[in-house]
């Protein structure tokens, strides 16, 4: 493999390893519906196991196809592929979100969550939900740019789960327990961060078009 097929490969690797956390929590948890005993902490997915179970479903493909997504040379490649993919993705990523939505406002809250939990969910679920459509609208209009921007937001706000499990892990390791609003703030705090990211991400290319013209300029007038 050459050194850009290497590099081309680095970002989706690290995204697919940031989904591996969540993704042990989802088959935790489908192991525990499939044959474990009902307990408080638990029966509020047993009550209606159909959301949870296609939220799993939906955000595990999502967040690992969606990492493909992020490889410059394979979409350059493969430009039917990261159609195709890009097919199946919108689906599963409205399959997560809506599910995200439909838990946070029908199931009853778990110890220690409360409201503020609920209305980071309800901001960030329709924030995916959103990003997602106007992702699609974007290229149907071939508008390359803005489908790019909204697309990174979209799986930004989904790849939260990842960060916030970094996060509170290393809160647990440094400073100790994280209950109640402390879990909360962590988790506001992986969803910011991604953010962060993504809108970091998206003005890249123009402050690259920046440099180089300032670049090219100071040539010219040198
Ligand atoms: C838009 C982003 C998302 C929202 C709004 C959202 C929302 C939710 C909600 C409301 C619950 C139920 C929580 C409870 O009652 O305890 C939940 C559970 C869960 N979510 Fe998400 N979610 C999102 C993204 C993701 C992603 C990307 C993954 C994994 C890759 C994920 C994995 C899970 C898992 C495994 C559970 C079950 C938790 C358990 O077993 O206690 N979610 N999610």
Same mark, same amino acid.
């Given at each position: 493999?050459?050194?850009?097929?290497?590099?081309? #490969?680095?970002?989706?690797?690290?995204?697919?390893?940031?989904?591996?956390?969540?993704?042990?929590?989802?088959?935790?948890?489908?192991?525990?519906?499939?044959?474990?005993?009902?307990?408080?902490?638990?029966?509020?997915?047993?009550?209606?196991?159909?959301?949870? %179970?296609?939220?799993?479903?939906?955000?595990?493909?999502?967040?690992?196809?969606?990492?493909?997504?992020?490889?410059?040379?394979?979409? *350059?490649?493969?430009?039917?592929?990261?159609?195709?993919?890009?097919?199946?993705?919108?689906?599963?990523?409205?399959?997560?979100?809506?599910?995200?939505? #439909?838990?946070?406002?029908?199931?009853?809250?778990?110890?220690?969550?409360?409201?503020?939990?609920?209305?980071?969910?309800?901001?960030?679920?329709? $924030?995916?939900?959103?990003?997602?459509?106007?992702?699609?609208?974007?290229?149907?209009?071939?508008? %390359? %740019? *803005?489908?790019?921007?909204?697309?990174?937001?979209?799986?930004?706000?989904?790849?939260?789960?990842?960060?916030?499990?970094?996060?509170?892990? $290393? #809160?647990?390791?440094?400073?100790?327990?994280?209950?109640?609003?402390?879990?909360?703030?962590? =988790?506001?705090?992986?969803?910011?961060?991604?953010?962060?990211?993504?809108?970091? =991400?998206?003005?890249?290319?123009?402050?690259?078009?920046?440099?180089?013209?300032? &670049?090219?300029? $100071?040539? *010219?007038? &040198?």
């Amino acid at each position: 493999m050459t050194s850009s097929r290497r590099a081309d #490969w680095l970002v989706p690797t690290a995204l697919i390893a940031l989904t591996l956390i969540p993704m042990a929590g989802g088959a935790m948890r489908l192991t525990d519906l499939a044959g474990g005993e009902v307990t408080p902490e638990n029966a509020r997915f047993f009550a209606a196991p159909a959301p949870v %179970v296609l939220h799993i479903v939906g955000a595990v493909l999502y967040c690992l196809g969606g990492a493909f997504q992020f490889a410059p040379g394979f979409r *350059r490649r493969h430009r039917a592929g990261h159609r195709v993919l890009g097919r199946v993705l919108v689906p599963a990523g409205l399959l997560m979100a809506l599910t995200g939505l #439909w838990m946070t406002l029908f199931y009853p809250y778990p110890e220690g969550d409360g409201d503020l939990l609920a209305a980071f969910r309800l901001v960030t679920g329709s $924030a995916t939900v959103l990003a997602l459509v106007l992702g699609v609208r974007a290229i149907l209009r071939r508008d %390359v %740019v *803005r489908h790019r921007a909204w697309m990174i937001r979209a799986y930004a706000i989904a790849q939260g789960a990842g960060t916030q499990a970094l996060v509170t892990i $290393a #809160w647990v390791v440094l400073v100790g327990p994280a209950t109640g609003l402390t879990r909360t703030l962590l =988790l506001g705090l992986g969803w910011l961060i991604n953010i962060a990211v993504a809108e970091w =991400l998206i003005g890249e290319p123009a402050r690259g078009r920046r440099t180089l013209y300032r &670049a090219r300029r $100071a040539e *010219r007038t &040198a």
